[in-house]
């Protein structure tokens, strides 16, 4: 079982839709979660954390269950620009306190007019 | 000013060659770390680095040798290049800590060809 899996996609939505991706993760000793975009032949930036609470960060929502090691993104609204693959990001805490981050192979999104 | 700035962007170089990327952040982080990204768009980590040290090295091929002279460098040497390692390599700093990472900022990647 890999680590960190995604959805692949691609998903092709038309503007204003409300899309959501799944991630799930194998190791339940992981300590913080987070969700990357990354836009094509660029770097990989931080989307938004993910608290076990759920948060929400305007039209972007992520959700975190703990007990069935799965992590959400909701975009609602979705925009042109919201294209992109996102990556859902687990961190693993080993021993000595050191991190380890490790990503999922990303799920694509593509928004139409 | 760059946050994480990696050279060079590309490298194009025939098999057997002999090739390092350079890394450096201006963050004050204290973990750096080295991911390929291969033609399936697969993010994966490589290498680790704690204030110069070495934590993490994944089943990579001993031709990878990472070198951090200080907390503000990562470099990785590839010796004896094969043509599988044509891929993205990505720099990446984070502040550590016991209670989890914060956000890891990526450099803009090296696109290295192997020929």
């Known amino acids: 079982r890999k680590e960190v899996e995604q959805d692949p996609g691609p998903f092709n939505v038309p503007e204003g839709a409300t899309v959501a991706f799944n991630c799930t993760y194998s190791n339940s000793a992981s300590q913080s979660f987070f969700w990357y975009r990354q836009d094509c032949r660029k770097e990989p930036k931080l989307l938004m954390s993910?608290?076990?609470s759920g948060n929400e960060d305007g039209r972007f929502t992520a959700q975190l269950n703990r007990a069935s090691q799965y992590i959400s993104l909701l975009i609602r609204d979705s925009k042109l620009s919201d294209s992109a693959t996102y990556l859902c990001?687990?961190?693993?805490?080993?021993?000595?306190?050191?991190?380890?981050?490790?990503f999922g192979a990303g799920t694509r999104l593509a928004v139409h007019p | 000013d760059t946050a994480v700035s990696q050279t060079p962007k590309y490298l194009v170089t025939q098999m057997g060659n002999d090739k390092s990327i350079k890394c450096e952040q201006n963050l004050g982080h204290d973990t750096m770390y080295w991911y390929k990204q291969d033609s399936k768009k697969f993010l994966k980590i490589m290498f680790s680095y704690n204030n110069k040290e070495l934590i993490i090295n994944e089943t990579v091929p001993n031709r990878f040798s990472p070198k951090s002279p200080d907390k503000a460098h990562l470099n990785l040497h590839i010796n004896s290049l094969e043509l599988g390692d044509s891929a993205v390599y990505f720099c990446a700093s984070s502040q550590g800590g016991s209670w989890g990472t914060t956000e890891a900022f990526f450099g803009q990647g090296t696109r290295l060809t192997v020929v």
């Open positions: 993910v608290y076990s």
């Open positions: 990001v687990v961190n693993e805490l080993r021993a000595g306190g050191y991190n380890k981050l490790i």
